[in-house]
């Protein structure tokens, strides 16, 4: 139990359906993050939140939409995907956006048909 | 460019041994801090030990250590004394200390490991 809540754990949709992911903090951190987990490589990270500001987005395409309405929950809204958007996503909080360990949560896995 | 290099992709290692898992990096930066993280089977990543670039002494936590050289750029996680819940894979993380780079942390590709009884 790291304090990180991700909602749903698991998730199947079709090409041209719309969902979000969401991603709950209670440990007063700053900073959230977003990656995504594929398999055979590095997590990949997508965006970087502080202070509900987002201060990354590592290109990633625009059917992937990140929301911070404030500093305790992340969003990830998902739209028009592809299969090679299938994978494990993983948000994670931080302290601040420069200081100490990630925490994450458990992920939600991601299956486009 | 930063990036974390782990050319183990899997290891087998019986129960009650010491384990070495292999990390190198490679940062033009002279601050930094390298982290190793465990994900079970279930997915969730978990903390397991810190190391800042100027510390001088090598980060312990129970039964991880890690066996820091910085002239080789290595970051290398020992686990004493497996356990068979030890199974898992094990990432190596990098983050900067530039404005740009500092709230990113970096993984490497990860070592399965697989504790055999």
Excluded at chain 2, 48 to 61: C, F, H, K, V
Excluded at chain 2, 101 to 107: E, G, L, S, V
Aim: net charge neutral; hydrophobic share 30%; aromatic share 10%.
């Amino acid at each position: 139990e790291t304090g990180v809540t991700q909602t749903p754990r698991h998730l199947v949709m079709g090409m041209t359906n719309k969902k979000s992911l969401k991603c709950e903090q209670h440990l007063g951190h700053n900073a959230m993050y977003w990656y995504k987990q594929s398999a055979k490589k590095p997590l990949e990270l997508m965006f970087v939140y502080s202070l509900e500001e987002r201060v990354e987005n590592n290109s990633v395409p625009s059917r992937f939409s990140p929301e911070c309405p404030n500093s305790s929950h992340l969003f990830l809204h998902l739209h028009t995907l592809q299969p090679e958007d299938s994978a494990l996503y993983l948000c994670a909080s931080r302290r601040d956006r420069n200081t100490g360990e990630l925490f994450f949560g458990e992920g939600s896995r991601l299956t486009v048909l | 460019a930063q990036k974390i290099t782990q050319t183990q992709p899997g290891m087998f290692v019986q129960e009650k041994e010491a384990v070495t898992l292999d990390c190198t990096y490679d940062t033009s930066d002279q601050s930094y801090g390298l982290f190793w993280y465990k994900q079970p089977s279930s997915g969730e990543m978990i903390f397991l030990i810190y190391q800042g670039s100027y510390d001088e002494q090598n980060a312990t936590e129970g039964r991880y250590s890690l066996n820091f050289q910085k002239a080789r750029k290595s970051a290398n996680l020992v686990i004493s004394a497996s356990q068979l819940g030890d199974s898992a894979m094990y990432f190596c993380a990098m983050r900067g200390n530039q404005v740009d780079r500092d709230d990113k942390i970096i993984f490497g590709k990860g070592t399965r490991l697989h504790i055999l009884p």
